[in-house]
């Protein structure tokens, strides 16, 4: 069975600080890793995704993750938040191979950016 | 393009009553899926429809839950007799195919049972 811990239940930062989001996934085979965003008032949207390549995956509005394979982690970075970052944070996994793979979410990081 | 549509937002009912919640994805998307969010936990599905076939079904109770998708559009999810563990946020995303396809979520209904 495939899980994702994340280990950050609330983090609050100043605006123009360094973000880092923990990501650890447990799963036997080939992985395929997401992180979802979730701004106060909408609906969970899709920040960026991994299924192979370059490690370092670049999504939406400045946020990127690195999938290092022999820590199972998939963290999310970002150099310099702003307070429009405030939002709840998802990181989930879905495993390939035959038979079907639910996607299996975190528990989920609330981030505060304080102006 | 429209995203997913759900109603109602909010829905309060008491303990052992039922209670139906209604999805329309986006146009087009062959794969429907329904979650359930409870508060402080991540989504966690419940069923997966490919057009109006089940694909994935093994996290749903089906001795209170069910969910139909008739003619491959529209999807209601259904609860009876609710309990008070079901209190959360129902969650239906849709994708042009199954497999590694982005989901794309709706808004939720929010459910509280009393």
């Known amino acids: 069975a495939q899980s994702v811990s994340q280990h950050n239940h609330h983090v609050i930062l100043s605006e123009a600080a360094s973000l880092e989001l923990g990501c650890n996934y447990s799963?036997?085979?080939?992985?395929?890793l997401f992180w979802y965003v979730q701004y106060p008032g909408q609906h969970l949207q899709l920040l960026l995704k991994?299924?192979?390549?370059?490690?370092l995956v670049k999504g939406i509005k400045g946020f990127e993750a690195e999938f290092i394979k022999s820590k199972f982690s998939f963290n999310l970075r970002k150099p310099s938040v702003q307070w429009s970052d405030t939002a709840e944070y998802f990181c989930?996994?879905?495993?390939?191979?035959?038979?079907?793979?639910?996607?299996?979410f975190g528990k989920g990081t609330k981030l505060s950016v304080i102006p | 393009e429209a995203g997913v549509a759900q109603s109602p937002r909010y829905k309060i009912i008491e303990k052992r009553q039922s209670v139906a919640f209604w999805c329309n994805p986006i146009?087009?998307?062959?794969?429907l899926y329904w979650y359930q969010q409870i508060l402080g936990q991540g989504p966690k599905l419940l069923i997966q429809?490919?057009?109006?076939?089940?694909?994935?079904d093994s996290q749903l109770p089906k001795d209170r839950f069910s969910a139909e998708r008739l003619k491959g559009v529209d999807s209601t999810l259904k609860i009876q007799p609710a309990k008070l563990e079901d209190s959360a946020v129902y969650l239906c995303?849709?994708?042009?195919?199954?497999?590694?396809?982005?989901?794309?979520f709706g808004d939720g209904t929010r459910l509280s049972i009393l």
């Open positions: 146009s087009g998307h062959a794969t």
């Open positions: 995303a849709s994708s042009v195919g199954g497999g590694l396809q982005p989901q794309h």
């Open positions: 989930a996994v879905k495993g390939s191979g035959a038979g079907s793979y639910q996607l299996t």
């Open positions: 799963y036997g085979g080939t992985v395929n």
């Open positions: 991994y299924f192979s390549g370059d490690p």
């Open positions: 429809f490919q057009n109006n076939g089940v694909v994935d």
